[in-house]
């Protein structure tokens, strides 16, 4: 199992590690769907992160390591309830929520390169819209 992800958006690329000791089920859940492939956009309720809408899509994992106030570069992984499955990517204050409230999600991934470029990121969600994004293992 690779132990870490790199992360491509743009122009901008971020290396992850996973959280595999904290949340084992949700790492190798995602190391599945590798290489994955997605747009990211600015998150509506959350505050200064970008996030992969992705609807009724079920990885199959339950509640590891939630956290609703992650810090920038600890991606989330919600798995559904009370909304819609997403994978959260904060890069600045955020304070994870829906419309239907505040959320917890699980802390999968830590970037651990490119911390320089959060800005950038918000910048590029928040003004020119949905961006592609790629997780690859390294």
Not at 55 to 75: A, C, H, M, N, T
Not at 98 to 109: D, I, P, R, V
């Amino acid at each position: 199992m690779s132990s870490h992800i790199r992360i491509t958006v743009g122009t901008l690329i971020f290396k992850a590690r996973l959280e595999e000791k904290a949340a084992p089920a949700t790492c190798a859940a995602f190391l599945k769907l590798l290489p994955y492939h997605q747009k990211i956009i600015q998150a509506r309720w959350s505050g200064e992160a970008a996030w992969i809408p992705l609807g009724d899509f079920k990885f199959g994992v339950d509640w590891e390591l939630p956290i609703s106030y992650p810090s920038p570069g600890e991606i989330l992984l919600y798995p559904g309830g009370l909304s819609e499955t997403e994978l959260l990517f904060p890069y600045g204050h955020c304070a994870f929520a829906s419309k239907a409230g505040a959320l917890a999600g699980n802390h999968f991934l830590t970037v651990i390169e490119g911390n320089d470029q959060f800005a950038q990121l918000g910048r590029l969600v928040l003004w020119q819209g949905a961006q592609d994004i790629t997780f690859e293992a390294l």
